[in-house]
T-cell receptor, first 114, second 113 residues
Framework: DTEVTQTPKHLVMGMTNKKSLKCEQH?????MYWYKQKAKKPPELMFV???????INESVPSRFSPECPNSSLLNLHLHALQPEDSALYLC?????????????FGDGTRLSIL | KNQVEQSPQSLIILEGKNCTLQ??????????LRWYKQDTGRGPVSLTI?????NTKSNGRYTATLDADTKQSSLHITASQLSDSASYIC????????????FGAGTILRVKS
């Protein structure tokens, strides 16, 4: 079982909806990540939070809005998404954001945009 | 440019057979290399992690090798099982730039009976 928990596992939404993806870890990790993964492609980094502060935004469109309410939780708020945003969204965590720290991945949220 | 290339793109083998997956990288300065297994619809799970000074690391039927001079790694799977069917992703981490990972495109392995 994964130590990084993501909810929901599946999400179908229309382009005008607002929804949120949630990620939780209780390993005491202080760095958390959002990735987007299209079918048969490797994950692409979207955001990195370090000690609850946004550290990296990989030029992600503003229709994706991350939030880190505390050290265990990471949210991704979605609004006015496009069909091409349909993908598997993975959350990961590591002890810190230091180079080489192993990242532990959740099982992802499969997002489908109608 | 930091890159990771994997081969083959896909592979089909019979249950019980061995196979070897390849990974070449140009990430510099090198920190570590990991092999992840990703089942369909699941998140990646770490199999092995190796630093510059490590040549080989095993995890059950999985054995990874690293040649830091030629910047090559391999993942050898022994006595394959149907549950080994998955995507295997080689991931390299640099010593600078925070903890951003450089992912290979993965090798899709299918084990059939």
């Amino acid at each position: 079982d994964t130590e990084v928990t993501q909810t929901p596992k599946h999400l179908v939404m229309g382009m005008t909806n607002k929804k949120s993806l949630k990620c939780e870890q209780h390993m005491g990790h202080r760095a958390m990540y959002w990735y987007k993964q299209k079918a048969k492609k490797p994950p692409e980094l979207m955001f990195v939070y370090s000690y609850e502060k946004l550290s990296i935004n990989e030029s992600v469109p503003s229709r994706f809005s991350p939030e880190c309410p505390n050290s265990s939780l990471l949210n991704l708020h979605l609004h006015a998404l496009q069909p091409e945003d349909s993908a598997l969204y993975l959350c990961a965590s590591s002890q810190t954001e230091g180079a080489g720290q192993p990242q532990h991945f959740g099982d992802g949220t499969r997002l489908s945009i109608l | 440019k930091n890159q990771v290339e994997q081969s083959p793109q896909s592979l089909i083998i019979l249950e019980g057979k061995n196979c070897t997956l390849q990974c070449n990288y140009t990430v510099s300065p090198f920190s570590n290399l990991r092999w992840y297994k990703q089942d369909t619809g699941r998140g990646p799970v770490s199999l092995t992690i190796m630093t510059f000074s490590e040549n080989t690391k095993s995890n059950g039927r999985y054995t990874a090798t690293l040649d830091a001079d030629t910047k090559q790694s391999s993942l050898h799977i022994t006595a394959s099982q149907l549950s080994d069917s998955a995507s295997y992703i080689c991931v390299v981490s640099a010593q600078r730039g925070g903890n951003k990972l450089v992912f290979g495109a993965g090798t899709i392995l299918r084990v059939k009976s």
